[in-house]
T-cell receptor, first 115, second 114 residues
Framework: GENVEQHPSTLSVQEGDSAVIKCTYS??????FPWYKQELGKRPQLIID?????GEKKDQRIAVTLNKTAKHFSLHITETQPEDSAVYFCAARGGRGSTLGRLYFGRGTQLTVWP | GAGVSQSPSNKVTEKGKDVELRCDPI?????LYWYRQRLGQGLEFLIY????????KSGLPSDRFSAERTGESVSTLTIQRTQQEDSAVYLCASSLDQGGEKLFFGSGTQLSVL
């Protein structure tokens, strides 16, 4: 099946700085890559996603890049704010056989933005 | 309701007891997922229901775990003979169509096995 690795596990940045979280995946057939944000004590929420037919997608301060050849994708948050503090999960959708349609999640990155 | 609803929000049980967790997905969502999240850990896939297709049960950790779904509505996750290692938050998610896109999560059931 798919294997998703996420780094770093913790990330601390000063307010206004940028934050980058990286994920790698193993299945070259995977074709959909979402990012979820989970604030303390709350449910995970989708913040951005990207399909394998594009290399980059941006939504205000958040962007995701995808390198299919290298099988890695990254979340970029610019001009970070304290309310960006949360755990961020990357995921990859299985692309073949029994994995088709399943989302495989990374272990998460705890982002802390200091004011 | 407007979102995915799970009940109970918290469940404390004794080792060896059975528990049943409930999930009400968003109306019209054909896909429903159960995930387990241990403290400080990622999301562990348990089971996936998609319409009338046979569910993908490949993530269930043991035969003590089972889940059912009535049509495209309510789902229940049952854990028999609970063990302390079952303690975790059990998250349910639903999506409008198949393929794992745009999941909406419930707020979870915090299960504590004493």
């Amino acid at each position: 099946g798919e294997n998703v690795e996420q780094h770093p596990s913790t990330l601390s940045v000063q307010e206004g700085d940028s934050a980058v979280i990286k994920c790698t995946y193993s299945d070259s057939a995977s074709n959909y890559f979402p990012w979820y944000k989970q604030e303390l004590g709350k449910r995970p929420q989708l913040i951005i996603d990207i399909r394998s037919n594009v290399g980059e997608k941006k939504d205000q301060r958040i962007a995701v890049t995808l390198n299919k050849t290298a099988k890695h994708f990254s979340l970029h948050i610019t001009e970070t704010q304290p309310e960006d503090s949360a755990v961020y999960f990357c995921a990859a959708r299985g692309g073949r056989g029994s994995t088709l349609g399943r989302l495989y999640f990374g272990r998460g990155t705890q982002l802390t933005v200091w004011p | 309701g407007a979102g995915v609803s799970q009940s109970p929000s918290n469940k404390v049980t004794e080792k060896g007891k059975d528990v049943e967790l409930r999930c009400d997905p968003i109306s019209g969502h054909t896909a429903l997922y159960w995930y387990r999240q241990r403290l400080g850990q990622g999301l562990e896939f348990l089971i996936y229901f998609q319409g009338n297709s046979a569910p993908d049960k490949s993530g269930l950790p043991s035969d003590r775990f089972s889940a059912e779904r009535t049509g495209e509505s309510v789902s229940t996750l049952t854990i028999q003979r609970t063990q302390q290692e079952d303690s975790a938050v059990y998250l349910c998610a639903s999506s409008l169509d198949q393929g794992g896109e745009k999941l909406f999560f419930g707020s979870g059931t915090q299960l504590s096995v004493l």
